[in-house]
Structures are given as structure tokens and as C-alpha cells.
């Protein structure tokens, strides 16, 4: 996948979308220890350090992929990225990404809005499918998701578990404009 310019920054209704930057991994990580602490978006159980972020940015922006942030107010309010779906060549045109919301920016549309910027950023990278997988009872998440234009795969029962209770998989997908098959997708 050919690198995208990382110099984008948009402002709309004074959130600022711009691309993660060393300063921001202490507000990624809490964002992303609150998830795990208290919600079914991430099936881990394992809170991360600031090396793990840092480490987890770098791997991210060496594959040319995009780590978003969303800021209000000059605080970090979300982050989006998205990675390899499976580590095969044959996977190369397709991604799984990902959108945490600080737990007080919850339901202001900053999810949205970090949603269409990645989707902007796939479809100039040489991306062909978006895949999206999502705890089956997050039915916010699968409404925002059917409103930018994903159509739900399938959907895996029991796969997953956390907070002592089996978790089923929504997977979603939207498909961007062609992409060229034949590139190597590879940006470096």
C-alpha cells in the first residue's frame, strides 16, 4: 500500500483530525487501558505501558498505515488506525481498523468523524476492503458503521470472552473503490 501524506490535518466543528504524534501516546494508552477495563470494544485483558503504544505506533507507521487522533479543546478525544487483516500477500488490499473514544467524548460524532478520515486515507492508499469487527451486543458501533456504508459479513458466536461471559463477532466490510490488484500494496 503506498504511503499516504501524513501531513493531512482537518478541522471540523473544532475538533481537530491530525496524525498521532509521540506527545499523543499517554492519552492513547489511557484510552485504550479504559477500553480494556471497561468495555467488550477490545478482548484483551492486559492494560499497556507507554512502550507498548510507542512500539504499536512505530510497527503501524513503517507499514505506511495512518495512527489518527482526534483533538477538542487540545486534548487527545480519540484515535483510529488500521493494520494488516491477515499477514498474507494475498491480504495486502485489506485492512482492519480500529476507533476508541475517550470515555467523556462518547456520542459527539468524534468516532464518526475519525471513521470517515480513515476510510479517506484507505482509499488513497491503495485499500480495497475496510473490515470492521465488532462485539456483537455494540450495536451503536454496527449502526455508525451501516450509516458509512459497511454491510455485515457474518457473524461468529461464542469466539471471544471477557468479564466471564462468551462474546460473539460481528465482521463488517466495505468495499472502496478498486484498487489495483496488481501492485505489490507495499509502500516501502
Do not use: Q
Request: proline letters at 3%; glycine letters at 8%.
Amino acid at each position: 500500500m503506498p504511503a499516504v501524506n501524513s501531513s493531512r490535518a482537518i478541522m471540523t466543528d473544532a475538533v481537530l483530525l491530525r496524525d498521532a504524534s509521540e506527545a499523543d501516546l499517554s492519552a492513547i494508552r489511557d484510552i485504550y487501558n479504559h477500553a480494556v477495563e471497561h468495555t467488550t470494544a477490545i478482548w484483551n485483558d492486559t492494560l499497556v505501558d507507554l512502550d507498548n503504544r510507542r512500539e504499536w505506533m512505530k510497527a503501524r507507521k513503517a507499514r505506511g498505515f495512518p495512527v489518527i487522533v482526534a483533538e477538542l479543546s487540545g486534548k487527545v478525544a480519540g484515535y483510529a488506525s488500521y493494520g494488516d487483516w491477515r499477514a498474507f500477500d494475498g491480504y495486502r488490499h485489506t485492512v482492519e481498523h480500529s476507533v476508541y473514544v475517550d470515555k467523556d467524548c462518547r456520542g459527539t460524532g468524534i468516532g464518526e468523524r475519525l471513521m470517515r478520515e480513515l476510510i479517506v486515507r484507505a482509499a488513497a492508499g491503495n485499500i480495497h476492503v475496510m473490515i470492521a469487527g465488532i462485539e456483537a451486543e455494540n450495536t451503536a458501533s454496527i449502526r455508525l458503521h451501516e450509516k458509512l456504508g459497511f454491510r455485515i459479513a457474518g457473524r461468529f458466536s461464542e469466539v471471544g470472552t471477557k468479564f466471564g461471559r462468551w462474546l460473539d463477532l460481528t465482521c463488517m466490510e466495505l468495499r472502496l473503490p478498486a484498487a489495483d490488484p496488481a501492485s505489490s500494496g507495499n509502500p516501502l
